[in-house]
């Protein structure tokens, strides 16, 4: 498979029996609901590769916020006039729903109607090579129960050129451009009836590394279970890949960077947030997959690091560099990695 940024058509080669110019057949998902501006942004990007169904999840405006009337159907007039072949599918609130039960009955609809896509926000802008490299995948780990979702994020600093594997595996889901199926969304619960029996018999701490990313999982869980928490839905995602033991499947470079960060935004408003923004780079084709199916912990460590949790990130950077060294060969020892 190849792919040229600049054209506006996958250059097909491998996979199936697609030649040039062949629309995109995998569905793709996309949640909005009233950033016009960002919405025709990955129209745009979408408008290059062509997918042949496109399902639109949209909140209703909130009747307390001037112009959120004038600004929701601004979004939806944009899925009228496509430019090209496209089956455009609507699940639109008439009124605001709020982040967690719109997006939650969204996925839910996405997956009733389709057995496998790729998800994306409007906020979420993608590299083109996301789509490809998400609808290999899809195939190619279809059937495999090892294997959750395959996320378009990486927010660790890899090296320059380093692309070989072209992915790695994960504990942890990362959802700001992914891909899945219908088998791993029904897995995901939001009440979380098992959740004090996971966390009490050991089971969540058996799943991270280490005890910080317990507590910190810990901390989280049991606000949404006694509900002082629910303005995200991911979260759920996350328990349900440690409950089941699912990997995600990590790009060797980060292939969708989130441009939403700001006021604007429902929960990601701290626009000085390190991995807002983050630039997106190509993957290279063919893929090169890799040898074994397995996670590393600390990699893991490092991701939890970065994406979840910045304070530990900021701690860990400001270890003094033999510490750093002394705790990777302790590890490497233990065949963590």
């Not at 639109?56 to 009747?63: Q, Y």
Request: proline share 5%; charged share 25%; glycine share 6%.
């Amino acid at each position: 498979m190849r792919y040229e940024q600049n054209s506006r058509y996958f250059f097909v080669a491998q996979v199936g029996n697609k030649a040039v110019g062949d629309m995109f057949n995998t569905p793709i998902a996309i949640f909005t609901f009233n950033r016009p501006q960002l919405t025709e942004r990955l129209l745009g990007i979408l408008a290059q590769v062509k997918p042949r169904r496109i399902l639109v999840v949209s909140d209703g405006p909130r009747p307390h916020v001037p112009g959120d009337v004038v600004k929701c159907a601004a979004v939806r007039r944009l899925f009228d006039n496509l430019d090209w072949e496209c089956r455009v599918e609507r699940n639109f609130a008439e009124t605001n729903m709020g982040s967690f039960p719109r997006n939650s009955s969204g996925l839910n609809w996405v997956f009733e109607q389709v057995e496998e896509a790729i998800i994306l926000e409007d906020d979420c802008l993608p590299d083109l090579s996301f789509f490809p490299y998400c609808e290999e995948l899809l195939v190619k780990y279809r059937d495999d129960s090892r294997v959750g979702l395959i996320s378009g994020n990486n927010f660790l600093k890899m090296r320059e050129g380093q692309q070989t594997p072209s992915y790695f595996f994960s504990r942890y889901a990362m959802t700001w451009g992914w891909a899945s199926w219908r088998r791993i969304w029904q897995q995901v619960d939001f009440n979380m009836p098992y959740w004090p029996e996971f966390r009490d018999s050991g089971k969540l701490r058996k799943a991270v590394f280490t005890s910080s990313e317990a507590k910190y999982w810990q901390s989280i869980y049991d606000a949404i279970l006694e509900r002082r928490m629910n303005n995200a839905w991911d979260y759920q995602l996350i328990l349900a890949c440690l409950r089941f033991n699912l990997l995600t499947i990590v790009p060797s470079v980060n292939l969708v960077s989130n441009v939403g960060f700001g006021p604007d935004a429902t929960n990601c408003t701290d626009i000085g947030n390190l991995i807002s923004n983050v630039p997106v780079h190509g993957l290279k084709f063919p893929l090169a997959h890799p040898k074994k199916i397995r996670a590393s912990a600390w990699v893991d460590y490092r991701i939890f690091q970065r994406r979840f949790h910045e304070y530990e990130w900021f701690r860990w950077a400001t270890l003094k560099p033999r510490i750093y060294q002394l705790f990777k060969s302790f590890c490497r020892r233990l065949g963590l990695k």
